[in-house]
């Protein structure tokens, strides 16, 4: 227990899940407490509790079943649904509890926070977590052993490999236990085709979309990607030299002044320019 609650509780990073609504009526570390029988049941013979969760989950509608429930897909080499489940789905399931009960059993847990819009628990999080890290310390010992060769070093790596084990095992009851009271607690409920979590946010689009072009203020260059508009000669901004090509623009009731290198009669006011020729970018007649 106290291994345990030095183990961080905090969500996955980017965790689509996290944006449920619901609870699970009980987490992980109580679920032996509040479910027993199914614990037990889970920890000694997980092949059975997994295909009867899987078929609870489902509301007895074998229809629906696919290997895994499409969690553990792997394209091109392994897609779920395409395995012959629809004419056979009990044999499926069968085999799926039996050769990786361990995909089998998350794969129904998966399947009933999504399909129920269910959290996770924060303690949660530390009990995976601890278990990760005992069997993450297993191989670790276990691939000392056979590089130096140490006979306590093989002894202290066989008895890690038994400690691992059955916190492997009694994590797969607690994961049974859990899903368990929750479809007992709430049967016939969820959506039994729900979608894949994905990630929160907003996709990126492309500059512009949907916008309509933005003029510079003054003393602001001229975005890149946007044309000036005909007839309209850009301001200068505040301290920056006038671009050549272009009459500066008069002062109220001063004379018009030719452009740099230009004559008087090329430099036209603004308001002469004709209608048809201010047209802004992007607009049509």
Known sequence: MCCILCFDDSPVEDGPRYGYGKDWDTNMFDAPCNNCPWFCAGYFF???????LRV?????DMRH????????????CFVAGSLGEESSPELC?????CCCVHFAIQSTRFFVMDSRSIRPDPCDNRVIRCHNCLQLLSCLFDLAACISGNEDIHQAAAALRVISDCAYYTVLGCMVAQVHLELKNHPNEGNLSPPMPQVMGREAQ????????????YGQPMQPGYAPQPGYAP?????????PGYAPQPGYGQPMQPGYGQPMAMAQPVGQVPVAQAQPVGMYR
């Open 46 to 52: 997980p092949c059975c509790a997994q295909y009867q």
């Open 56 to 60: 609870m989950a489902l509301n007895g």
């Open 65 to 76: 079943y696919k290997c895994c429930q499409g969690y553990m897909d792997c394209p091109p």
């Open 93 to 97: 399931l069968l085999i799926e509890s």
């Open 206 to 217: 492309p500059a512009g979309y949907g916008q309509q072009p933005v003029q510079p203020g």
């Open 235 to 243: 301001q200068p901004g505040y301290g920056q030299p006038m671009q």
